[in-house]
Structures are given as structure tokens and as C-alpha cells.
């Protein structure tokens, strides 16, 4: 199994990003993809997650409204429409693979993980 997350930069306050996570190796078709991100010196934090039985969303408090999750069907991938960005918002962002599909904001019951893309919002 393997995950490929991309699309991360450096971004002015305000600006869009949009970020891509292409999952190969996983036959599975009752699972989850959440996004998580990672600033230094802090805890890795669930930001949203998509189902992709249901296609149930989830977001983070602080992300709702700025942020989109979606699965295109056709290449296994999953977006992160990132708007209106803010300087807290910077850091490595990472996909993962919940087998469970459960959704957890945990980052522990993931399965694969993704090696991550680095995004930084700063004027």
C-alpha cells in the first residue's frame, strides 16, 4: 500500500492550496482517508477525513468553511481544497488510510501513511 500526498507551498495569508493524496496497493473498498497536518514542536492533528463508502465528510473546528475533502472515483484520489489560509494552518500535512473506515481524529488507528507535504502560509 502506498500513499502519495502533494501539492503543498508556501502561500501568502489568504491564499489557496489544493492537496492531492493518490492511494495505490489497497484493495479494499470500505475504508477511509483523513487528512492530518503537523506544525513543529506539536502534536499531529487530525484536520478532515473522507468515507469512501458514503463519502461521509469530516472537518476539523478549525478548518470548516475554508477547507473541502473530496474523492475522485476514477484514480483513487483524494483532495484538500484549502482556502482563506492562515499562518496556524502551516506545517506537513499527511494522508492516511483507516482501514475501519471510522473516521477517528486520532492519528493512531491509521494504517498507511503517506511520507507528507509541507505547506506554509506566511506573509
Known amino acids: 500500500v502506498q500513499l502519495q500526498a502533494s501539492g503543498g507551498g508556501s502561500v501568502q495569508p489568504g491564499g489557496s492550496l489544493r492537496l492531492s493524496c493518490v492511494a495505490s496497493?489497497?484493495?479494499?473498498?470500505?475504508?477511509?482517508i483523513g487528512w492530518f497536518r503537523q506544525a513543529p514542536g506539536k502534536e499531529r492533528e487530525g484536520v478532515s477525513c473522507?468515507?469512501?463508502?458514503?463519502?461521509?465528510?469530516y472537518y476539523a473546528d478549525s478548518v470548516k468553511g475554508r477547507f473541502t475533502i473530496s474523492r475522485e472515483n476514477a484514480n483513487n484520489t483524494v483532495s484538500l481544497q484549502m482556502n482563506s489560509l492562515r499562518p496556524e494552518d502551516t506545517g506537513v500535512y499527511y494522508c492516511?488510510?483507516?482501514?475501519?473506515?471510522?473516521?477517528?481524529?486520532?492519528?493512531?488507528?491509521?494504517?498507511?501513511w503517506g511520507q507528507g507535504t509541507l505547506v506554509t502560509v506566511s506573509s
Open positions: 496497493g489497497f484493495t479494499s473498498g470500505y475504508y477511509a
Open positions: 473522507i468515507k469512501v463508502t458514503d463519502r461521509s465528510t
Open positions: 492516511a488510510i483507516d482501514s475501519l473506515a471510522n473516521c477517528p481524529w486520532a492519528h493512531y488507528p491509521y494504517d498507511y
